[in-house]
């Protein structure tokens, strides 16, 4: 398996991935009404695709992952936010107070922020990392790293994960603020690949083993599997590609 797409729930796919297309310079592959995918490639390491799906409900203030973008040096920084703001971004106050990085919402509201220069993101690309609540940290990471390839890599949170080429964004796992809800779904959430030649059925049953679970959901008949990691958050288990 590998960590193959970012997804979004957005309520105007083109319009929010349009501009997160442009603010990260990723590649159009999908344009639809009820999608809208976009690739980021970074040199020498991961490809990942951010998919824009349409949804009816609102962004939530707290998500549980959300963006990080990646600023730089203090003028750098300013530059990014810069742009942001011009592609319909607008300046966010969630009580952050003095912090060397800036809290934006997106043109649908959703929190992300442009963080400064950190050693860790000095090989991440335009997407500096993706932050995870978790409510048991090294049980995630395990989780996350024996699905998706990913390694763990050195970061100001209690843990983080990297592509194996040891470039990319982190993907941090963060004490979560409170436990997730029952009936909440993430309005970000990762979905992983199966390899080719590698069986659907093993694939779930170590991610069972790992303390996931499957998701009892009522949206019709899907051609990949929609589970829980062990603290809840919402992944999908796509079919390898033919």
Known sequence: MYLENVVVDAQ??????????SLLGCRTLTDETANFETRLSVPGG??????????????????????????GAPDEQSQVVERALALGARHLDIGQRDVPWVVLADPEGNPFCVMEDRPEYAVSGPLSSL?????DVERDLRFWS???????????MP????????????LELCPEPRPKGAD??????????????????????????????????????????????PSGNEVCLLPARP
């Open 12 to 21: 105007d796919p083109q319009l929010l991935g349009r501009f997160w297309e």
């Open 131 to 135: 932050p995870l609540d978790s409510a």
């Open 184 to 229: 909440e779904k993430n309005r970000v959430h990762l979905d992983l690949r199966l390899e080719a030649g590698e069986d659907a059925d093993e694939a779930f049953t170590r991610l069972l083993d790992l303390g996931g679970r499957e998701f009892v959901h009522d949206w019709g008949d899907l051609p990949w599997r929609v589970c829980l990691d």
């Open 46 to 71: 991961p490809t990942l695709d951010l998919c824009f799906e349409l949804v009816t409900e609102p962004p939530v203030p707290s998500p549980r992952l959300h963006l990080e973008v990646y600023g």
């Open 159 to 170: 843990g983080a994960l990297r592509h194996p080429s040891g470039r990319g964004p982190l």
């Open 146 to 156: 024996e699905l998706s390839g990913w390694v763990p890599a050195d970061s100001a």
